[in-house]
T-cell receptor, first 113, second 113 residues
């Protein structure tokens, strides 16, 4: 049973460019959340998607946007990249309801130069 | 706002017990979690506790929750070299399921031979 799959694993982009990160949730999960983990910090919540809509958003600018597809997979898009966007981006999936199971992927390491 | 605080480092001898502490500020937290992160990897859920519980034991892991003081601890019995990692405390609010996790900055557990 595959867990959460993220692609690519590593990415290098130039300031001002745009990037798209992808996530496939664990089988049976229909909710996807994205987190940003800067070096030496804990993960910070970006947003959560359920039924192809953004349900909740953390304290991130509009440059960060997302999408969820009918098969529950998700994309995170970041526009106008800044050096400070360099981080590990983690995707977590879960099922709706009183479940506790947030399963995290291994992340995409984004470096902005 | 919500905040989760942890000590940055803990050093223990192999075979001893490790106790990692965490304090949080959101009194409406419903679930509290402990995650483990090894170098270059994503987050692995170790254990969790409901906010109406005081203690939970799972093999070598014991979680204690003092809701009055908003203090959470994770005890790892018989600490092994494989336990060397960063441990994150995280809380989940009451957003009806549409709520991201708030993480601490993580505690680096260092095992001395």
């Amino acid at each position: 049973d595959a867990g959460v799959t993220q692609s690519p694993t590593h990415l290098i982009k130039t300031r001002g460019q745009q990037v798209t990160l992808r996530c496939s949730p664990k089988s049976g999960h229909d909710t996807v959340s994205w987190y940003q983990q800067a070096l030496g910090q804990g993960p910070q919540f970006i947003f959560q998607y359920y039924e192809e809509e953004e349900r909740q958003r953390g304290n991130f600018p509009d440059r960060f946007s997302g999408h969820q597809f009918p098969n529950y997979s998700s994309e995170l898009n970041v526009n106008a990249l800044l050096l400070g966007d360099s981080a590990l981006y983690l995707c977590a999936s879960s099922a709706v309801g009183p479940t506790l199971g947030y399963t995290f992927g291994s992340g995409t390491r984004l470096t902005v130069v | 706002g919500e905040d989760v605080e942890q000590s940055l480092f803990l050093s223990v001898r192999e075979g001893d017990s490790s106790v990692i502490n965490c304090t949080y500020t959101d009194s409406s937290s419903t679930y509290l979690y402990w995650y483990k992160q090894e170098p270059g990897a994503g987050l692995q859920l170790l254990t969790y506790i409901f906010s109406n519980m005081d203690m939970k034991q799972d093999q070598r892991l014991t979680v204690l929750l003092n809701k009055k003081d908003k203090h959470l601890s994770l005890r790892i019995a018989d600490t092994q070299t494989g336990d060397s990692a960063i441990y994150f405390c995280a809380e989940r609010g009451t957003g009806g399921g549409a709520d991201g996790l708030t993480f601490g900055k993580g505690t680096h557990l260092i095992i001395q031979p």
